[in-house]
């Protein structure tokens, strides 16, 4: 006698890869929304974020793209960034942005992600990839379908030749990939570089702290 297992019923209108990683991010703690476009991601976060709540977003192209940013100037929130940016004394800066990776409602993005679900980030200092780890609230990282990757060298790859090298070059920094086009990471030192410390979210522990809002569009870099 001989029987099939019935494939996993794939809610309509997502795409048969963003279903799978669903499935694969729910195992590790993680939760998935997706969303069909900029515009329904842009809504479904402001729905997630109360009036009142105090926000801090990560440095994301992809967040500009949607509205996100310009939601945050004229929202009803405690938006953290402007006033980080505001303090002219360094360590102040520093010990402001410090502050910053424990807000209640963290938003940023993703430069690279598995199908298995390996969420992969960069950040030249770290206080973002810090927020990610542990620091924030709730952590909503928003991203394009053009992120996810077949595996974690694939992953990399994206980060360094990609991402990295975009960040790189739209900062006018003098790194080997900004000036090569390909990333030399052995030769890659000093206060340009922008993937000083790297993250890989393997699992969470905290049920619902994490949500990746993924968009059925190529954005960002």
Known sequence: MSWRVPSPVRERGVPEAVAGLRRELERRGIELAYCADGAAALA????????????????S??????????????????WLRPR??????????IRARRRATIAD?????????????EILNADGGGNRIAAYAYGAGKLFLVTGVNKI?????????????EAALKECRHLAKSTPCALTGRC???A????DRQCGKVLIIENERIPGRICVVMIGEALGY
């Open 149 to 161: 990757v077949p595996d974690l060298a694939a992953a990399f790859d994206r980060l360094r030749n």
């Open 44 to 59: 479904y976060l402001l729905s997630r974020i109360p009036a009142g709540a105090t926000v801090m977003n990560g440095g």
């Open 105 to 117: 409602y963290f938003v940023g993005g993703i430069n690279a992600i598995t199908s298995k679900g």
């Open 188 to 191: 890659c030192r000093g206060p």
């Open 61 to 78: 192209t992809t967040l500009g793209q949607i509205g996100f940013i310009a939601a945050l100037e004229n929202g009803p929130y405690e």
């Open 84 to 93: 980080i940016k505001a303090v002219s004394d360094h360590d102040e800066r």
């Open 184 to 186: 030399d990471n052995d």
